[in-house]
């Protein structure tokens, strides 16, 4: 097959956000303990802080975390995780069905992001509670000091605030899933009442409502036509959620999941500023993608029924999802498709960073690895920079039973004017052949390839283990050639790459 690509600087998309590389750290099997917090570990620090884990973490990119959760804020009490260690209450996790030790909480989020350069992004429950828990908790976070809380944090060994800028206002609120689930109008009207309250209290945060959990839930579109309705003039970004996985073997549809991703942006952007036209607001509504990822989640609907009703475990392994080269390469093309919309999504979070459905493994006591997941993600991170260009690709389709034909080549570019340093992130979706591509990148005058590499295997299914960390990596492709600023490369069956160029 073959395939063409064209890029040009005049024809930009916007900014590469450095928060699209953002992640999510949920209270959540071992994302937490025995993931990124071990005392006692080998290389854990004198905070419990696993070194190995840390080192994965900085390699991987990860520029914002979202914390501490998902499902399991909606029934959190955050003060529970602050003060002394020895004093913190084990409570029931009612979202997961296990118990919460609560040795670690906001303070050691908040120093172990700080450790790493990474941006705090913390939600609040809105599920079991509402606006003075919300109000408290900045307070304790945010507030410099002199008042009640904020003395209370520096009694606790932090004296400075945390000064986290972006707030999530509550989780996955249209899912009857979720603790203290509304419907669309009654959370709007909470969600809007805490935004106005939060900012009172401090002008410049940044706060994220609810959106759907998926683009396949009955209420999508009008809740977030609904919540906009309520919210629109309080708030900054609407969340995106979206998981992907493979059905009964349908490879084709499963790498062709992007086309429901590009739709899935494409309609909230739109729904979003249909609200701003009709309440005359010229403020544009941004995209918070803040759970993504593959997820097998149809063979774990049986969790309830794993973990019987009287079973009450710290930590256990769940959802510990093993990934392959065709989840890398779903994974690198929904990357791809956060790239092309950089100017709607301004930030996203993969789910989740380690142990459950997550980049980074790791074993109690023993050692942590990469996931096949792991490289795209990380690639993308450290090589584009500067502003996304528009890619303009012609392509065969290929047909797909959920998605009709998807072309069978995706890409994005990104060009960092300062440097003149160009990246290409490109996937071939075929299922059983190669793609010879011609990438027309004469408008960046590119002087030389400074690295081609490629994630593929003879075996889509190839996964890496503890037993066998770099079953699959990223590989040089040696077939990259530069010649008048026209870039040659063959892609393989079921792929992800990357070129970087000077
Ligand atoms: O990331 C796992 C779960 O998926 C989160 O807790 C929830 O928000 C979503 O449904």
């Not at 937490?32 to 080998?42: C, D, R």
């Not at 500067?386 to 039973?401: F, H, K, M």
């Given at each position: ?27 959540m099997?071992?994302c ?11 290389t ?78 913390m939600?609040?429950n ?53 603790i ?13 009442q ?9 002008r ?41 996985e ?18 899935f ?15 005359r ?18 063979r774990h ?71 096949t ?12 920079s ?16 959920r ?57 889509a ?42």
């Open positions: 097959l073959h395939a063409s690509l064209t890029a040009d600087p005049a024809q930009t998309v916007a900014p590469v956000h450095r928060r699209t590389f953002g992640s999510f750290v949920e209270h099997g071992r937490v303990y025995t993931g990124l917090y071990e005392p006692g570990h080998p854990a620090d004198a905070d419990g802080f696993r070194g190995d884990v840390a080192d994965l973490v900085r390699e991987l990119g990860v520029t914002t975390v979202r914390y501490p959760g998902g499902n399991f804020v909606s029934g959190y009490r955050w003060e529970d995780g602050v003060g002394p260690k020895d004093r913190r209450p084990v409570r029931r996790d009612l979202a997961w069905h296990s118990l919460e030790t609560n040795q670690f909480g906001l303070n050691e989020f908040a120093t172990w992001c700080g450790r790493l350069g990474i941006e705090p992004m939600a609040v809105l599920g079991s509670r509402g606006l003075q828990e919300a109000l408290d908790l900045l307070e304790y976070a945010n507030h410099p000091g002199g008042t009640h809380l904020s003395d209370l944090r520096a009694e606790h060994g932090h004296p400075d605030p945390h000064d986290i800028r972006m707030w999530c206002l509550g989780n996955e609120m249209d899912g009857p899933w979720q203290g689930h509304l419907d669309a109008r009654s959370y709007g009207r909470k969600a809007a805490v935004a106005r309250a939060m900012r009172m209290a401090d410049d945060l940044e706060l994220v409502v609810c959106g759907s959990s998926g683009s396949g839930m009955a209420t999508f579109g009008a809740w977030e036509a609904t919540v906009l309705e309520e919210a629109y003039d309080a708030v900054d970004h609407i969340s995106l959620h979206a998981y992907y493979e059905h009964d073997g349908d490879l084709a549809s499963f790498l062709g999941s992007v086309a429901d991703m590009d739709h942006i494409d309609s909230v952007a739109s729904t979003a500023d249909a609200v701003g036209a009709r309440l607001d010229t403020k544009r509504i941004q995209l918070s993608f803040d759970e993504w990822n593959v997820w097998y989640l149809s609907r049986a969790l309830a029924e794993v973990q019987p009703a009287d079973d009450w475990r710290t930590a256990p392994r769940v959802i510990e999802d093993r990934y392959n080269v065709a989840d890398a390469v779903v994974v690198g093309n929904m990357l791809i498709s956060l790239l092309r919309h950089s100017d709607r999504v301004t930030a996203a979070s993969q789910a989740q960073l380690a142990n459950v459905i997550a980049p980074i493994m790791t074993e109690p006591g023993g050692p942590a690895w990469r996931q997941i792991f490289h795209p993600f990380a690639l993308t991170a450290a090589s584009a500067g502003r996304v260009l528009r890619a303009e690709v012609a392509a065969p389709l290929q047909d797909t039973a998605y009709g034909g998807v072309p069978v080549v995706d890409a994005a570019v990104t060009h960092d004017e300062a440097t003149g340093a160009a990246a290409l992130f490109v996937v071939n979706r075929s299922v059983d052949q190669p793609v010879a591509l011609d990438a027309d990148l004469r408008g960046l005058a590119p002087a030389g390839v400074t690295s081609a590499l490629t994630l593929a295997d003879a075996d299914y190839a996964a890496n283990s503890m037993a066998d960390p770099d079953r699959v990596t990223p590989s040089p492709n040696k077939d990259a050639r530069l010649e008048g600023g026209r870039l040659g490369l063959t892609l393989p069956p079921v792929s992800w790459s990357v070129v970087t160029l000077s």
